[in-house]
């Protein structure tokens, strides 16, 4: 299927269009052999990326989603049928600003009379560690973003990304880093043992999306873990070493080395700990907050292996 201009297939706004999520849900949306018009929003229609998908049939929309311009927002979704929502944390590293940002794009939806909202929410840590982690402000902005949409009156999906292959590669984060010998560590505050929902967010998220979209009824209410395979930080490692023959061991890091090794790389000491308290999180109450058992069923094809990953990514700046 292509991306249809028929005016009897529903129109499916979709935010952040030239990101990660938003890109994947277009993918998936395209692929599915249900006939979907597609609006998708971005600051700058004139960018390759945003070119790319007017050539593919989008209707790019240039718009700047922030809580100054809350009419040219509205204005953005008239029309659409359904609404896929994702707020970018990192733009600006603020969690009020985050939460006003994704309730701005609820309300609006919601003004344009949309039959149903998906937002890419993430758990509730505050709540859900019962006070014992309140800084993981990326995670508790968009949960209180979901209550709020959940409470909107208007079907709401809760399509929660798992952590991103991607995070392997970041340079940021660094999560890989190479021995005097030429051996390589992958560490973290997580447990060796712990199990992480991974996800290749470009290939898979869109898939958990469509399927929701696609359900006989729409699923209002309910949460949906979007990921592409459950692995350990041990087996992530064992993978990484068959995968490109190199020799990587995992290792279990201290609170204060992970913090300190980010703010060392330049990040500001609130970010630092938003990461490390977040992954102290997945390691102890699950990223999810709990353990969903993982379920393929109903998905357009299969999500993706980290060991498909792990071949077709680009190691280069990470195993220097
Ligand atoms: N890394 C992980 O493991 C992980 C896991 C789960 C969830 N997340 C969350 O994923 C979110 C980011 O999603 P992503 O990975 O899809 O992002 P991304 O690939 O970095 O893309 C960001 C998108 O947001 C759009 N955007 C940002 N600010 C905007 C604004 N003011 N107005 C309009 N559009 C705006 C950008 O559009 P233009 O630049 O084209 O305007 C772009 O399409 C973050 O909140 C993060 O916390 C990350
Ligand atoms: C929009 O993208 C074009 C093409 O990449 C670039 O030349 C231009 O500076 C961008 N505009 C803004 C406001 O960022």
Same mark, same amino acid.
């Given at each position: 299927?292509?991306?249809?201009?028929?005016?009897?297939?529903?129109?499916?706004?979709?935010?952040?269009?030239?990101?990660?999520?938003?890109?994947?849900?277009?993918?998936?949306?395209?692929?599915?052999?249900?006939?979907?018009?597609?609006?998708? =929003?971005?600051?700058?229609?004139?960018?390759?990326? /945003?070119?790319?998908?007017? !050539?593919? *049939? +989008?209707?790019? @929309?240039? &718009?700047?989603?922030?809580?100054?311009?809350?009419?040219?927002?509205?204005?953005?979704?008239?029309?659409?049928?359904?609404?896929?929502?994702?707020?970018?944390?990192?733009?600006?590293?603020?969690?009020?600003?985050?939460?006003?940002?994704?309730?701005?794009?609820?309300?609006?939806?919601?003004?344009?009379?949309?039959?149903?909202?998906?937002?890419?929410?993430?758990?509730?840590?505050?709540?859900?560690?019962?006070?014992?982690?309140?800084?993981? =402000?990326?995670?508790?902005?968009?949960?209180?973003? /979901?209550?709020?949409?959940? !409470?909107? *009156? +208007?079907?709401? @999906?809760? &399509?929660?990304?798992?952590?991103?292959?991607?995070?392997?590669?970041?340079?940021?984060?660094?999560?890989?880093?190479?021995?005097?010998?030429?051996?390589?560590?992958?560490?973290?505050?997580?447990?060796?043992?712990?199990?992480?929902?991974?996800?290749?967010?470009?290939?898979?998220?869109?898939?958990?999306?469509?399927?929701?979209?696609?359900?006989?009824?729409?699923?209002?209410?309910?949460?949906?873990?979007?990921?592409?395979?459950?692995?350990?930080?041990?087996?992530?490692?064992?993978?990484?070493?068959?995968?490109?023959?190199?020799?990587?061991?995992?290792?279990?890091?201290?609170?204060?080395?992970?913090?300190?090794?980010?703010?060392?790389?330049?990040?500001?000491?609130?970010?630092?700990?938003?990461?490390?308290?977040?992954?102290?999180?997945?390691?102890?109450?699950?990223?999810?907050?709990?353990?969903?058992?993982?379920?393929?069923?109903?998905?357009?094809?299969?999500?993706?292996?980290?060991?498909?990953?792990?071949?077709?990514?680009?190691?280069?700046?990470?195993?220097?």
């Amino acid at each position: 299927m292509t991306i249809s201009t028929a005016v009897s297939a529903p129109i499916i706004a979709v935010v952040g269009a030239t990101g990660a999520q938003g890109g994947s849900v277009i993918r998936a949306l395209s692929e599915s052999n249900k006939a979907y018009r597609i609006r998708g =929003f971005t600051r700058n229609i004139t960018k390759a990326s /945003a070119q790319a998908l007017t !050539a593919q *049939g +989008v209707e790019m @929309v240039a &718009v700047n989603l922030v809580v100054e311009n809350r009419h040219n927002v509205y204005s953005a979704f008239v029309g659409a049928d359904y609404a896929f929502l994702v707020t970018n944390f990192w733009e600006h590293a603020d969690k009020q600003k985050e939460i006003a940002e994704g309730k701005l794009l609820i309300d609006a939806a919601k003004a344009a009379g949309v039959k149903g909202i998906i937002f890419s929410g993430l758990t509730a840590v505050e709540k859900l560690s019962k006070g014992k982690y309140t800084k993981v =402000f990326h995670f508790d902005g968009k949960a209180e973003v /979901a209550e709020y949409g959940r !409470a909107s *009156g +208007v079907p709401f @999906v809760d &399509v929660q990304a798992g952590f991103y292959n991607d995070n392997f590669l970041s340079e940021g984060l660094q999560l890989v880093t190479k021995n005097s010998d030429g051996t390589f560590i992958l560490s973290s505050v997580i447990k060796p043992s712990a199990v992480i929902p991974l996800i290749d967010v470009e290939k898979d998220y869109g898939l958990y999306v469509c399927q929701v979209l696609e359900a006989p009824i729409f699923p209002d209410g309910s949460v949906v873990y979007a990921r592409s395979e459950d692995l350990s930080m041990e087996e992530v490692a064992r993978q990484l070493s068959e995968g490109l023959s190199k020799t990587v061991t995992y290792q279990q890091i201290t609170y204060e080395e992970a913090t300190q090794s980010l703010t060392k790389r330049g990040f500001p000491e609130i970010t630092a700990i938003d990461i490390v308290e977040g992954f102290l999180f997945f390691s102890e109450f699950g990223y999810y907050g709990r353990y969903p058992a993982f379920s393929a069923e109903g998905l357009g094809r299969p999500p993706s292996r980290f060991s498909d990953f792990v071949k077709a990514a680009d190691w280069s700046k990470v195993f220097l």
